[in-house]
């Protein structure tokens, strides 16, 4: 079976730094996505990650360490409309399928 | 970059009716769809995979009688919520494979919120 945690809420200032984390037990791995989804709205692409490290993709960046089971999504310069829920989804080698976490809703406050 | 259209975006049905959404890659041709539902403040579970010209495969838990998947060309896939009940209420999200470039990425229509009645 597969299991992705990640927190359900986060709070931060506009201007602010704020990193979600996504621990998984997936058998079978292959890579990790995280994406951000508006309340209402299709999930939108941030970032994929296959290899361990980090990738900066501007404000946002994107970190796995496979050894761990660990990733984490760091959102810098916070702005208001970073206001949304963020989910981490792994895929497994056998396949394309995309398995969620629960989501975690951040809001970012003036 | 790739897109996907569904519709229509909202329908509201009564109960024991059928509805029918469809999900179309407009740029590129899709080897794969997948079908997802999100229920409020929840996350999205994947329903189904499909392949065009082949049977949908089924996550553990969802009626194949129910949901009707049908993936006739690289460009469309259709999903039929048959005899429709309140608790099928939910919004409905595809995504395509197969775009050009990252081949690994699936792009995401914009959804359908159902309504039944």
């Known amino acids: 079976g597969q299991n992705i945690d990640q927190p359900t809420e986060m709070t931060a200032t506009e201007g602010a730094i704020v990193q979600i984390n996504c621990t998984y037990q997936?058998?079978?791995?292959?890579?990790l996505f995280w994406y951000q989804q508006h309340a209402g709205e299709a999930p939108t692409f941030l970032s994929y990650?296959?290899?361990?490290g980090l990738e900066e993709k501007g404000r946002f960046s994107s970190f796995l360490s496979r050894s761990k089971g660990y990733s984490y999504l760091l959102l810098k310069e916070l702005q208001m409309k970073d206001s949304a829920s963020y989910l981490c989804?792994?895929?497994?080698?056998?396949?394309?399928?995309?398995?969620f976490g629960g989501g975690t809703r951040v809001l970012v406050k003036p | 970059g790739a897109v996907v259209s569904q519709h229509p975006s909202r329908v509201i049905c009564k109960s024991g009716t059928s509805v029918k959404i469809e999900c179309r890659s407009l740029?590129?041709?899709?080897?794969?769809m997948f079908w997802y539902r999100q229920f409020p403040k929840q996350s999205l579970m994947l329903m189904a995979t499909?392949?065009?010209?082949?049977?949908?495969?089924?996550e553990q838990g969802v009626e194949k009688d129910k949901f009707l998947i049908n993936h006739a060309s690289l460009t469309l896939s259709t999903l039929t919520v048959t005899s429709a009940h309140p608790e099928d209420s939910s919004f409905y999200i595809c995504?395509?494979?197969?775009?050009?470039?990252?081949?690994?990425?699936?792009?995401f229509g914009p959804g359908t919120r159902l309504t039944v009645t």
């Open positions: 740029d590129f041709q899709a080897t794969t």
């Open positions: 990650n296959v290899l361990d």
């Open positions: 997936t058998s079978g791995f292959n890579g």
């Open positions: 499909s392949n065009e010209g082949s049977k949908a495969t089924y």
């Open positions: 995504s395509a494979r197969g775009g050009k470039g990252r081949t690994y990425e699936q792009y």
């Open positions: 989804a792994v895929t497994r080698a056998a396949g394309n399928k995309l398995t």
